[in-house]
């Protein structure tokens, strides 16, 4: 491996180091008890990831995550098809996407909450609608673009309406639907821990938002780098697994902000 | 050398006895009217009738906007025409079949299939085996000269090597017709040459009904039996031109035969006819 590649190839934990690097010193020059150092923050990793009751607490997260975003995904994407191939579908359905989006996913804690309480559905239910208007957007974009002349050619070949939407739309759109998909999942990630932040029960965001109230600050910020970290790494796995789906889409879909 | 099994070889049992004067296309008095937002209907198409026989190669040629490529999608089934019928070897056309096989100017391939999984998509679409139709497929492949590139991506081949596969993909399926939408309009003109000849070569093997639409006039010549001139605003047929010269053509000879300019020369000057036509109120 030449010089570069190594260099281009280490740049994201270089980064991530060197933004590691400016925390450590700018902690050091202020030198307040609520924001610790780095390496203090970074100290505290261990005995989060080592107590049994947090780590339960994190994979609670996690999987009110993969169920929210796994339904979402499943719920979202033929639904973008059906609007980006008929008219009537998308003038029905835009409308009350529209009047959904722009609303913070979380505002709507307290009121699902009213409905469901303070469980796994209504926290798996708030990332859910995180995740749907990402993937319905971007899978409708697709299905909207695929060329006319493409579903002509599976026509004449004798593809049934259906046929086409499975094995025409879908794969053709499925680059963009997976660009969707992958916003869903940082969305997926961000509600995660806002809907634990306002329904404290359990999870990744209750453990930050309690040690925040009892003044821990080293956790809190361990924390943080936690939920960063996960991040990372769901991304990572995801754009790994995106390259190989998609390796026949023109280039130009990278984003050079991966650890894949 | 055989490149290619002959459709007999294929399907045993199909074996039609070749009518060599049957009617295959029947186009009865079409209209197309397109419905534009604001402004007043567009009259694309108006009274169209054409009749093209089985084995047929006719061109249709016509300034852009006359309605040609609309003409070519309603035999194709993928438009419905406002008034009048188009048949298909006596029957109604009500939507696509395989029976008629549109190749595309834009080659409308699917881009997540190889060279190969596009060719082989229609007959595995038809119930065909995937050892009989990848033989199949990998034997076309080799005849409109891609051997190699089985499994090279849409993305990664030039334009006129995607009219290839294009080509491929829609005589796998053993359409009837092939329909072919100005394939050869996006090409410079020396891969276009290239493929006017190898689209000649495969012709010849099979004869089938071509429809074929183009602008040029040079095209439609050289490939053609018959060439259908159209005019614009309405669309109309404005002559029916047989082109009477001998096969098997090659293009240099043609192009230094006096017949061949004639006829160059004479449908170019219907389009200045139809050009003044339009400019009087």
Known sequence: MSGRALLSRSAPWLACLGLLGVWQIGALILNTDSFPTAWEAVRAIPSILGDKESLINILASLRRMAIGFGVGVIFSIPLGLMMGRSRGVASFCNPLLMVIYPVPKAALMPIIMLWLGVGDVAKTLVIFLGVSLPVIYHSFQGAKAVEEKMLWSGAAMGLSAAQRMTRIVLPAALPEILTGCRTGLVLALITMVTSEMIARQSGAGNILFNALDMGQYDTVYAMIIIIGAMGIGLDAAFENMRGRLVKWSEPGFDIPLSFA | ?281
């Open chain 2, 1 to 281: 050398m055989k490149l290619v099994p002959s459709r007999s070889e294929v399907e045993p049992k199909v074996a039609p006895p070749r009518q060599p004067a049957a009617v295959m296309i029947e186009i009865d008095r079409v209209s197309q009217v397109f419905r534009t937002s604001g402004r007043q209907d567009h009259l694309a198409l108006s009274e169209i009738s054409l009749t093209i026989e089985d084995g047929a190669f006719v061109s249709i040629l016509g300034p852009s906007g006359c309605g040609k490529s609309t003409l070519l999608y309603i035999v194709g089934g993928f438009v419905s025409p406002t008034a009048g019928v188009a048949r298909v070897k006596g029957r109604a056309i009500t939507g696509p079949g395989p029976d008629r096989g549109p190749v595309f100017q834009e080659f409308a391939l699917f881009p997540w299939k190889s060279v190969l999984g596009n060719v082989m998509y229609g007959p595995r679409q038809q119930g065909v085996r995937p050892v009989e139709a990848e033989a199949q497929s990998r034997a076309l492949i080799e005849m409109v000269g891609l051997k190699g590139f089985e499994h090279f991506y849409p993305k990664e081949l030039s334009g006129g090597m995607k009219q290839r596969v294009a080509l491929a993909r829609t005589l796998a399926y053993h359409p009837a017709v092939l329909l072919m939408d100005e394939p050869f309009g996006a090409l410079d003109a020396h891969t276009r040459t290239r493929l006017q000849n190898d689209l000649l070569n495969i012709w010849e093997r099979d004869r089938k009904t071509v429809l074929f639409v183009t602008h040029s006039v040079e095209e439609a010549v050289y490939l053609s039996d018959k060439v259908v001139v159209m005019t614009r605003s309405p669309g109309r047929i404005k002559e029916i031109i047989d082109i009477d010269l001998p096969r098997p053509r090659r293009r240099t000879e043609l192009l230094l035969d006096p017949r061949y300019q004639k006829y160059v020369v004479d449908i170019e000057r219907m389009f200045d006819d139809t050009a003044e036509d339009e400019l009087r109120p």
